[in-house]
């Protein structure tokens, strides 16, 4: 059974870091794409970040500087490293995997999603 597993949200205040992580267990994701969603209270879930299979990696306009997606395919997990937080980054965060994903979708596997919350 494949299982994403999310961790590392919190409460940080405005201008701290976070680093996610989302491990993925139940098969080998190596030739898998893999994004960040984030979906905040009376929000659609929206876009953050995406890396390819090997390693192209593109951001939503609102995280470009500031998040950074990176994988490590020898623990079939990763990750988004995220500074100069604001309260705007406020959301619940997701990692999808999927073998065909692209920016406009294709993912298969969701995580549970991790709470990232961000004080003024």
């Known amino acids: 059974q494949v299982q994403l597993v999310e961790s590392g949200g919190g409460l940080v205040q405005a201008g701290g870091s976070l680093r996610l992580s989302c491990a993925a267990s139940?098969?080998?994701?190596?030739?898998?794409?893999w994004a960040w969603f984030r979906q905040a209270p009376g929000k659609e879930r929206e876009f953050v970040a995406h890396i390819t299979w090997n390693g192209r990696t593109y951001y939503a306009d609102s995280v470009k500087g500031r998040f950074t997606i990176s994988r490590d395919n020898a623990k079939n997990t990763v990750y988004l490293q995220m500074n100069s937080l604001k309260p705007e980054d406020t959301a619940v965060y997701y990692c999808?995997?999927?073998?065909?994903?692209?920016?406009?979708?294709?993912?298969?596997?969701w995580g549970q999603g991790t709470q990232v919350t961000v004080s003024s």
């Open positions: 999808a995997a999927g073998v065909r994903a692209t920016l406009r979708g294709g993912y298969d596997y």
């Open positions: 139940g098969r080998t994701f190596t030739s898998y794409a």
